[in-house]
């Protein structure tokens, strides 16, 4: 099964429009951290934000917020206003297992092309 | 500036070719980490290490063996390299369960 699932394998969106990126996970594990990654068609991963399972306000890092729901198991990016440099691909993981011997789990992707 | 390096961009090999890929890092970090990236399939974890000499296999380990001799280095290996072991490797390093450092990756190719 799927542990992180992003539905949207790819997405448009105008120039100065926010949109949102889907993500679901599954995991039992009550400590758990979400993480989004943009990796432009240059390949290099960009680490973006990043939410734990304990944190109890979303997280945010300039244009970028997270939107964490966690009875439904969902971890959102939004990004505001967005940019031509925005066109990218972003990947959703989750880091889980015992603390020390983490793994991070990848969905994946959706990539997202701003229009001018 | 931290700073993950990959020995190689781009590979080719011939099947059933030994191959290593070499993956360092300069930030002390615990934890490293072997990905396979694939149009479609995401990022997939190969193997990862969380100390010397420790190794845990990740989601895909079959064909492949890794090295962790030193705390900078991490080593994936195709033993019998095959052509479905074309695709993108990505290698990361991370600091006790924080954000990932990655590579900028190596292409192989195997005919």
């Known amino acids: 099964a799927q542990k992180i699932t992003q539905t949207q394998p790819g997405m448009f969106v105008q120039e100065k429009e926010a949109v949102t990126l889907d993500c679901t996970y599954d995991?039992?594990?009550?400590?758990?951290?979400l993480f989004w990654y943009k990796q432009p068609s240059s390949g290099e991963m960009i680490f973006l934000i990043y939410?734990?399972?304990?944190?109890?306000q979303n997280a945010t890092e300039g244009r970028y917020s997270l939107n964490f729901q966690k009875a439904r198991k969902s971890a959102n990016l939004v990004i505001s206003a967005s940019q031509l440099g925005d066109s990218a691909m972003y990947f959703c993981a989750m880091r889980e297992g015992p603390k020390g011997t983490y793994k991070y789990i990848f969905g994946t992707g959706t990539r997202l092309k701003v229009l001018a | 500036d931290v700073k993950v390096t990959q020995s190689s961009r781009y590979l080719v090999k011939r099947t059933g070719e030994k191959v290593f890929l070499e993956c360092v890092q300069d930030m002390d970090h615990e934890n490293m980490f072997w990905y396979r990236q694939d149009p479609g399939l995401g990022l997939r974890l190969i193997y990862f290490s969380y100390d010397v000499k420790m190794k845990e296999k990740g989601d895909i380990p079959e064909g492949y063996s890794v090295s962790r001799e030193k705390k900078e280095r991490f080593s994936l290996i195709l033993e019998s390299a095959s052509t479905n072991q074309t695709s993108m490797y990505l290698c990361a390093s991370s600091l006790r369960g924080k954000e990932q450092y990655f590579g900028p990756g190596t292409r192989l190719t195997v005919t």
């Open positions: 995991t039992s594990d009550p400590s758990y951290g």
């Open positions: 939410q734990g399972s304990y944190d109890q």
